[in-house]
Protein backbone atom coordinates (compact mmCIF):
# COMPACT_ATOMS: atom_id res chain seq x y z
CA UNK A 1 0.00 0.00 0.00
CA UNK A 2 1.21 3.43 -1.02
CA UNK A 3 2.35 5.53 2.11
CA UNK A 4 0.23 8.47 2.45
CA UNK A 5 0.76 9.56 5.63
CA UNK A 6 2.39 12.92 6.77
CA UNK A 7 5.99 12.60 8.54
CA UNK A 8 5.67 12.82 12.19
CA UNK A 9 4.20 10.93 15.47
CA UNK A 10 1.22 9.20 15.59
CA UNK A 11 0.41 7.94 19.09
CA UNK A 12 -2.68 4.70 18.21
CA UNK A 13 -4.86 3.27 20.83
CA UNK A 14 -5.29 -0.50 19.94
CA UNK A 15 -7.62 -2.93 21.87
CA UNK A 16 -7.43 -3.63 25.51
CA UNK A 17 -8.93 -7.17 24.81
CA UNK A 18 -11.58 -7.26 22.21
CA UNK A 19 -9.54 -7.03 19.04
CA UNK A 20 -12.77 -5.43 17.15
CA UNK A 21 -12.09 -2.08 19.16
CA UNK A 22 -9.36 -1.24 17.09
CA UNK A 23 -10.70 1.67 14.75
CA UNK A 24 -10.64 1.95 11.17
CA UNK A 25 -8.64 5.12 11.49
CA UNK A 26 -5.55 3.15 13.69
CA UNK A 27 -5.44 0.18 11.78
CA UNK A 28 -4.98 2.75 8.26
CA UNK A 29 -2.41 4.60 10.28
CA UNK A 30 -0.71 0.98 11.55
CA UNK A 31 -1.25 0.05 8.03
CA UNK A 32 0.80 2.83 6.59
CA UNK A 33 3.23 3.80 9.20
CA UNK A 34 6.81 3.53 8.32
CA UNK A 35 7.83 2.08 11.62
CA UNK A 36 5.60 0.96 14.56
CA UNK A 37 7.48 2.15 18.03
CA UNK A 38 6.19 -1.04 20.09
CA UNK A 39 6.22 -1.99 23.49
CA UNK A 40 6.74 -6.31 22.91
CA UNK A 41 6.77 -6.44 19.30
CA UNK A 42 5.18 -10.27 19.65
CA UNK A 43 2.28 -8.54 21.03
CA UNK A 44 1.97 -5.86 18.41
CA UNK A 45 3.27 -8.41 15.67
CA UNK A 46 -0.44 -10.66 16.64
CA UNK A 47 -2.55 -7.13 16.17
CA UNK A 48 -0.44 -6.30 12.63
CA UNK A 49 -1.77 -9.80 11.64
CA UNK A 50 -4.87 -9.60 12.65
CA UNK A 51 -5.44 -6.43 10.08
CA UNK A 52 -3.37 -8.19 7.83
CA UNK A 53 -0.41 -6.04 7.41
CA UNK A 54 3.33 -6.16 7.97
CA UNK A 55 4.93 -3.16 9.04
CA UNK A 56 8.55 -2.71 10.42
CA UNK A 57 9.10 -2.20 14.12
CA UNK A 58 11.11 -0.83 16.69
CA UNK A 59 10.96 -1.95 20.42
CA UNK A 60 10.70 1.09 22.29
CA UNK A 61 9.99 0.28 26.47
CA UNK A 62 11.07 1.31 29.66
CA UNK A 63 14.61 -0.47 29.63
CA UNK A 64 15.78 1.18 26.29
CA UNK A 65 13.39 4.15 25.78
CA UNK A 66 16.67 6.67 26.32
CA UNK A 67 19.14 5.10 24.25
CA UNK A 68 16.04 4.75 21.41
CA UNK A 69 14.04 8.30 21.15
CA UNK A 70 16.67 10.35 19.75
CA UNK A 71 17.12 7.65 16.17
CA UNK A 72 12.97 7.75 16.19
CA UNK A 73 12.81 11.72 16.93
CA UNK A 74 15.40 12.26 13.83
CA UNK A 75 13.44 9.97 11.91
CA UNK A 76 9.78 11.69 12.27
CA UNK A 77 11.81 14.36 10.42
CA UNK A 78 10.85 12.56 7.35
CA UNK A 79 8.57 9.75 8.17
CA UNK A 80 5.49 8.70 9.90
CA UNK A 81 6.12 6.84 13.08
CA UNK A 82 3.61 5.02 15.17
CA UNK A 83 3.36 4.53 18.96
CA UNK A 84 1.51 2.05 20.26
CA UNK A 85 1.87 -0.25 23.32
CA UNK A 86 0.44 -3.47 24.23
CA UNK A 87 -2.85 -2.84 24.71
CA UNK A 88 -4.78 0.53 25.09
CA UNK A 89 -3.53 3.97 25.26
CA UNK A 90 -0.19 4.77 24.64
CA UNK A 91 1.22 6.69 27.38
CA UNK A 92 -1.30 6.02 30.50
CA UNK A 93 0.57 3.96 32.36
CA UNK A 94 3.08 3.07 29.75
CA UNK A 95 5.96 4.49 27.64
CA UNK A 96 5.18 7.34 25.56
CA UNK A 97 4.89 11.23 26.78
CA UNK A 98 9.13 12.04 26.76
CA UNK A 99 8.79 10.70 22.90
CA UNK A 100 5.67 13.12 22.69
CA UNK A 101 7.61 15.86 24.28
CA UNK A 102 11.04 15.65 22.32
CA UNK A 103 8.82 15.12 18.81
CA UNK A 104 7.52 18.65 19.72
CA UNK A 105 10.41 20.09 20.93
CA UNK A 106 11.54 19.55 17.47
CA UNK A 107 8.93 20.08 15.71
CA UNK A 108 7.68 17.33 14.47
CA UNK A 109 3.53 16.97 13.95
CA UNK A 110 1.91 14.93 16.87
CA UNK A 111 -1.35 13.18 16.39
CA UNK A 112 -3.43 11.10 18.54
CA UNK A 113 -5.54 8.04 17.10
CA UNK A 114 -7.41 7.17 20.40
CA UNK A 115 -9.18 4.26 21.61
CA UNK A 116 -9.64 1.98 24.41
CA UNK A 117 -8.27 2.92 27.44
CA UNK A 118 -8.97 0.15 30.92
CA UNK A 119 -8.81 3.35 33.31
CA UNK A 120 -11.67 5.41 31.04
CA UNK A 121 -13.29 1.57 30.55
CA UNK A 122 -13.37 0.88 33.75
CA UNK A 123 -15.40 4.14 35.03
CA UNK A 124 -18.02 3.59 32.44
CA UNK A 125 -18.88 0.24 34.31
CA UNK A 126 -18.66 1.11 37.84
CA UNK A 127 -21.87 3.09 38.35
CA UNK A 128 -20.26 5.49 40.69
CA UNK A 129 -19.71 9.23 39.87
CA UNK A 130 -17.98 10.45 37.12
CA UNK A 131 -18.42 13.80 37.06
CA UNK A 132 -14.43 14.02 38.38
CA UNK A 133 -11.61 11.58 38.33
CA UNK A 134 -8.35 11.10 39.12
CA UNK A 135 -6.65 8.75 38.01
CA UNK A 136 -3.24 6.99 39.55
CA UNK A 137 -2.40 4.22 37.53
CA UNK A 138 -0.21 1.26 39.99
CA UNK A 139 -0.32 2.14 43.78
CA UNK A 140 3.54 1.22 44.91
CA UNK A 141 3.94 -2.59 45.94
CA UNK A 142 5.16 -2.09 49.44
CA UNK A 143 2.69 -2.11 52.55
CA UNK A 144 4.47 1.55 53.56
CA UNK A 145 4.96 3.67 50.43
CA UNK A 146 0.97 2.74 49.40
CA UNK A 147 -0.23 3.72 52.38
CA UNK A 148 1.41 6.91 51.91
CA UNK A 149 0.00 7.29 48.20
CA UNK A 150 -3.13 6.95 49.49
CA UNK A 151 -2.68 9.05 52.26
CA UNK A 152 -2.45 11.59 49.55
CA UNK A 153 -5.47 11.61 48.00
CA UNK A 154 -7.67 10.83 50.75
CA UNK A 155 -9.03 14.17 50.65
CA UNK A 156 -9.53 14.32 46.72
CA UNK A 157 -13.55 14.46 46.34
CA UNK A 158 -13.18 12.76 43.21
CA UNK A 159 -13.77 9.18 42.19
CA UNK A 160 -10.13 7.49 42.12
CA UNK A 161 -8.72 4.81 39.39
CA UNK A 162 -6.37 2.12 40.19
CA UNK A 163 -4.68 -0.74 37.86
CA UNK A 164 -3.46 -3.33 39.69
CA UNK A 165 -2.96 -7.49 39.74
CA UNK A 166 -4.95 -10.35 41.12
CA UNK A 167 -2.45 -11.30 43.62
CA UNK A 168 -2.62 -7.81 44.87
CA UNK A 169 -5.90 -7.38 44.83
CA UNK A 170 -7.30 -7.97 48.31
CA UNK A 171 -4.40 -6.47 50.12
CA UNK A 172 -4.92 -3.29 47.66
CA UNK A 173 -8.41 -3.19 48.79
CA UNK A 174 -7.99 -3.74 53.00
CA UNK A 175 -5.44 -0.65 52.50
CA UNK A 176 -7.82 1.50 50.19
CA UNK A 177 -10.20 0.99 53.07
CA UNK A 178 -7.64 1.91 56.07
CA UNK A 179 -6.51 4.87 53.94
CA UNK A 180 -9.81 6.44 52.43
CA UNK A 181 -12.69 4.91 55.18
CA UNK A 182 -15.16 2.14 53.75
CA UNK A 183 -15.99 3.92 50.42
CA UNK A 184 -18.37 2.12 47.53
CA UNK A 185 -16.04 0.84 44.58
CA UNK A 186 -16.03 -1.00 42.14
CA UNK A 187 -12.92 -4.26 40.97
CA UNK A 188 -13.22 -3.75 37.02
CA UNK A 189 -11.44 -7.28 36.13
CA UNK A 190 -10.60 -8.41 31.82
CA UNK A 191 -13.04 -5.61 29.86
CA UNK A 192 -13.80 -6.61 26.66
CA UNK A 193 -12.87 -9.95 27.30
CA UNK A 194 -14.95 -12.90 27.37
CA UNK A 195 -15.36 -12.83 31.21
CA UNK A 196 -15.54 -9.51 31.85
CA UNK A 197 -16.94 -8.35 35.00
CA UNK A 198 -17.31 -5.43 37.22
CA UNK A 199 -18.19 -6.47 40.80
CA UNK A 200 -19.45 -3.52 43.07
CA UNK A 201 -19.53 -2.93 47.12
CA UNK A 202 -17.65 -1.35 50.04
CA UNK A 203 -14.04 -1.35 49.55
CA UNK A 204 -14.17 -3.81 53.07
CA UNK A 205 -16.60 -6.36 51.22
CA UNK A 206 -14.60 -6.87 47.73
CA UNK A 207 -11.45 -7.18 50.17
CA UNK A 208 -12.75 -9.66 51.78
CA UNK A 209 -14.60 -11.50 48.30
CA UNK A 210 -11.06 -10.95 46.98
CA UNK A 211 -9.10 -12.58 50.01
CA UNK A 212 -10.61 -16.08 49.46
CA UNK A 213 -9.87 -16.32 46.03
CA UNK A 214 -7.42 -14.07 44.51
CA UNK A 215 -8.92 -13.22 40.42
CA UNK A 216 -7.25 -14.29 37.77
CA UNK A 217 -6.38 -11.54 35.08
CA UNK A 218 -6.68 -7.86 34.69
CA UNK A 219 -7.85 -5.62 36.98
CA UNK A 220 -8.99 -1.38 37.07
CA UNK A 221 -10.20 -0.06 40.79
CA UNK A 222 -12.61 2.27 41.01
CA UNK A 223 -12.92 4.02 44.16
CA UNK A 224 -16.34 7.00 44.77
CA UNK A 225 -15.04 9.92 46.61
CA UNK A 226 -15.65 10.93 49.88
CA UNK A 227 -19.06 10.99 51.52
CA UNK A 228 -20.18 15.11 52.33
CA UNK A 229 -18.21 15.83 55.30
CA UNK A 230 -21.08 15.91 58.47
CA UNK A 231 -22.53 19.46 59.00
CA UNK A 232 -20.48 21.44 61.64
CA UNK A 233 -21.98 20.78 65.25
CA UNK A 234 -22.39 23.72 68.24
CA UNK A 235 -19.51 22.05 69.66
CA UNK A 236 -17.34 21.99 66.69
CA UNK A 237 -18.51 26.26 66.51
CA UNK A 238 -17.42 26.32 70.23
CA UNK A 239 -13.88 24.76 69.81
CA UNK A 240 -13.13 26.68 66.92
CA UNK A 241 -14.50 29.97 68.34
CA UNK A 242 -12.05 29.99 71.54
CA UNK A 243 -9.34 28.95 69.46
CA UNK A 244 -9.71 32.19 67.01
CA UNK A 245 -10.82 34.44 69.53
CA UNK A 246 -6.88 34.08 71.00
CA UNK A 247 -5.63 35.17 67.54
CA UNK A 248 -8.92 37.99 67.03
CA UNK A 249 -11.21 40.60 67.94
CA UNK A 250 -14.51 38.95 69.00
CA UNK A 251 -16.13 40.39 65.72
CA UNK A 252 -13.66 38.84 63.25
CA UNK A 253 -13.39 35.72 65.23
CA UNK A 254 -17.11 35.20 65.06
CA UNK A 255 -16.87 36.01 60.91
CA UNK A 256 -13.93 33.74 60.43
CA UNK A 257 -15.88 30.77 62.22
CA UNK A 258 -18.93 31.32 60.35
CA UNK A 259 -17.73 31.24 56.93
CA UNK A 260 -15.26 28.47 57.79
CA UNK A 261 -18.24 26.12 59.26
CA UNK A 262 -21.50 27.54 58.38
CA UNK A 263 -22.52 28.64 61.39
CA UNK A 264 -24.82 31.25 62.20
CA UNK A 265 -22.59 34.43 62.39
CA UNK A 266 -24.38 36.69 64.65
CA UNK A 267 -25.11 33.74 67.17
CA UNK A 268 -20.89 32.98 67.43
CA UNK A 269 -20.31 36.78 68.11
CA UNK A 270 -23.05 36.79 71.14
CA UNK A 271 -21.42 33.57 72.20
CA UNK A 272 -17.74 35.36 71.49
CA UNK A 273 -18.72 38.33 73.87
CA UNK A 274 -20.11 35.99 76.48
CA UNK A 275 -16.78 34.25 76.09
CA UNK A 276 -14.61 37.08 76.56
CA UNK A 277 -16.96 38.69 79.35
N1 LIG B 1 -2.15 1.85 28.52
C1 LIG B 1 -3.12 0.93 29.04
C2 LIG B 1 -4.51 1.55 29.01
O1 LIG B 1 -4.73 2.47 28.25
O2 LIG B 1 -5.37 1.09 29.74
C3 LIG B 1 -2.74 0.43 30.42
C4 LIG B 1 -1.41 -0.23 30.48
S1 LIG B 1 -0.99 -0.81 32.06
C5 LIG B 1 0.67 -1.32 31.79
C6 LIG B 1 -1.81 -2.36 32.15
C7 LIG B 1 -2.88 -2.39 33.23
O3 LIG B 1 -4.09 -1.85 32.71
C8 LIG B 1 -3.26 -3.79 33.67
O4 LIG B 1 -2.36 -4.27 34.66
C9 LIG B 1 -4.64 -3.57 34.24
O5 LIG B 1 -4.59 -3.00 35.52
C10 LIG B 1 -5.19 -2.55 33.24
N2 LIG B 1 -5.87 -3.24 32.13
C11 LIG B 1 -5.44 -3.38 30.87
N3 LIG B 1 -6.33 -4.07 30.13
C12 LIG B 1 -7.35 -4.39 30.95
C13 LIG B 1 -8.58 -5.10 30.80
N4 LIG B 1 -8.91 -5.64 29.65
N5 LIG B 1 -9.38 -5.22 31.87
C14 LIG B 1 -9.06 -4.67 33.07
N6 LIG B 1 -7.91 -4.00 33.27
C15 LIG B 1 -7.07 -3.85 32.24
Not at 129 to 154: N, Q
Not at 212 to 241: F, N, Q, R, Y
Not at 252 to 263: D, F, I, N, Y
Request: charged content about 20%; hydrophobic content about 45%.
Amino acid sequence: MENTLAPGLYIVATPIGNLGDLSPRASMILSQADVVAVEDSRVTAGLLRHIGVKRPMLPYHDHNADAVRPGLIARMGSEAVALVSDAGTPLISDPGYKLVRDARAAGHMVVTIPGPCAAIAALTLAGLPTDRFFFLGFLPSKAHARAEAIAEVAAIRATLIFYESGPRLSACLSALAEGLGDREAGVAREITKKFEECVTGTLTTLAARYAEAPPKGEIVIVVGPPGEAPPATLEDGEAALVEALTRLPASKAAGEVAKKLGLDRKALYARAMELKG
